[in-house]
């Protein structure tokens, strides 16, 4: 399994917003492991942190823009691409403005500062979501369709076709993310001229001009448009050229709008939070259905996470025995619910208990149809959680564990006699004080059968004189 990258040191660009027209500084800086990219606007009080999360979507006109409690991010697509792009995984995006700069409208000059930085290895694993089905979205409005299929590694094709003769059907494929400096990062935006003409006449585009954006003349341009455009763009002169492109403007490549729409498809699946495995198919894609196949695909994702059944080998000898665990633990049969510890750290442990028909529960628990019941479920997760706890002071054995709090508790499956359940406890805090704040789970049968968010202190038992 690879490991989590983040940029060596910090580096900062300077620009304009091309739908904004402000200036802006953009400065990427090293996150920790685990971060993923967020965007911070150190113009505004208190500098609000905006994740890159596809359920912050507000808005997809001319772009991806994001929104989180009124703080606002535009465009931000052509920058997430470049760090996915450039294999990175955590990075803070700080911003003085709501939009990142523009720059030539394609990702290479992220790109290049990415370099510039230098790159490190973290510790961590990376996340990653390998696709074992096919899964789809289609926008029925406009046609436009993301599929991911199963692949041995992430790779995008894009399909582009907008009905018009100067620009026609174009494909574009990345078949390795290391490829995309080369074949796709300095791919730029585009425009059709009759899109222009609205953004211009609603005063949407004031940071663009002919260096960051292909302009297709898809209709008959008229000597007054013409001086609109040569006003707007600051130029004497402007032409259309005979492939049917404003002049000023050669293209890198003659499908450079399908390379450009792949470079969007990357940067706006950023959004789903977690490196994929699986190959994009994106018929005439778009930021909607980018975004709208981002959160899906973040659903789906967290899903399968939640109840992604961790595998251990049972067989091996434990960590602690249940000799051990009784040195720790002040719980005794039949109240004593863990067996063994097969893992234990700073911030987790994994217990296990066989549960059998012998269990005095099961007497009243029910008569002829024996269930574990939920509660002693939770207890068990607890009592393993204790061993966590515990651990963090020389003399456990003097100490009681006692419940503060139980929340989001959820039963899945059933726990019968011959079942072997599996705990699992995470720290979502540091122990502080005695106090272990965990997620905990349990499993059985290669599923998650409960769930529980655990609250527990520690309390030193009195000495005799």
């Not at 196949?293 to 067989?315: G, W």
Request: glycine share 6%.
């Amino acid at each position: 399994m690879s490991k989590q990258r983040t940029i060596a040191n910090e580096v900062t660009l300077t620009g304009v917003g091309l739908h904004t027209g402000e200036n802006v500084k953009m400065k990427f800086v090293p996150a920790p492991e685990n971060h993923g990219f967020a965007f911070k606007r150190v113009d505004l009080e208190g500098e609000p942190i905006i994740e890159a999360d596809a359920n912050f979507v507000v808005n997809t006109q001319r772009g991806t823009n994001l929104e989180k409690r009124g703080v606002k991010i535009q465009t931000s697509e052509h920058v997430l691409a470049a760090l996915v792009g450039m294999d990175i995984d955590n990075v803070l995006i700080e911003l003085d403005a709501p939009e990142p700069p523009i720059m030539d409208g394609s990702s290479k000059f992220f790109v290049e500062a990415i370099e510039k930085a230098g790159i490190v290895e973290q510790k961590a694993d990376r996340e990653q979501y390998e696709v074992k089905e096919v899964i789809s979205y289609k926008d029925e409005a406009t046609g436009s369709e993301i599929t991911v299929i199963p692949a041995d590694d992430y790779k995008i094709t894009t399909m582009v076709d907008f009905g018009t003769k100067v620009l026609g059907t174009q494909n574009a494929t990345l078949e390795k993310i290391e490829d995309f400096k080369e074949e796709i990062a300095d791919a730029r935006t585009f425009s059709f001229l009759h899109e222009l003409e609205m953004l211009l006449e609603n005063g949407l585009i004031k940071g663009g001009d002919l260096n960051n954006a292909i302009v297709y003349v898809d209709k008959e341009i008229s000597e007054s448009t013409m001086k609109k455009l040569e006003k707007a763009f600051n130029k004497k002169k402007l032409s259309v050229k005979p492939n049917g492109i404003l002049d000023n403007l050669t293209l890198h490549q003659p499908n450079e709008a399908a390379r450009h729409k792949l470079l969007d498809v990357i940067g706006d699946l950023a959004l789903a939070g977690t490196r994929i495995k699986g190959k994009v198919i994106a018929n005439k894609p778009g930021h909607y259905v980018n975004t709208q196949f981002a959160k899906k695909l973040s659903k789906i994702i967290k899903l399968e996470k939640r109840n992604k059944v961790p595998k251990y080998d049972l067989d091996q000898p434990p960590l602690m025995d249940i000799t051990e665990i009784m040195k720790m633990l002040p719980h005794r049969p039949p109240f004593l619910l863990v067996d063994k510890i097969i893992e234990l750290s700073d911030s987790h442990v994994v217990g296990m208990k066989n549960v059998t028909m012998n269990e005095p529960f099961f007497e009243g628990h029910f008569p002829g149809a024996p269930v574990m019941p939920g509660v002693l479920q939770v207890e068990a997760m607890a009592q393993t959680g204790g061993i966590l706890v515990l651990s963090t002071v020389p003399d456990p054995e003097n100490y009681l564990t006692f419940f503060m709090k139980i929340d989001n508790v959820k039963f899945k499956q059933q726990v019968i006699p011959g079942d072997t359940l599996v705990f699992k406890c995470d720290l979502i805090s540091p122990i502080r004080r005695g106090i272990c704040h965990m997620q905990a789970y349990a499993y059985a049968n290669g599923r998650l059968v409960s769930e529980a968010e655990l609250m527990a202190q520690i309390v030193k038992t009195k000495q005799e004189d």
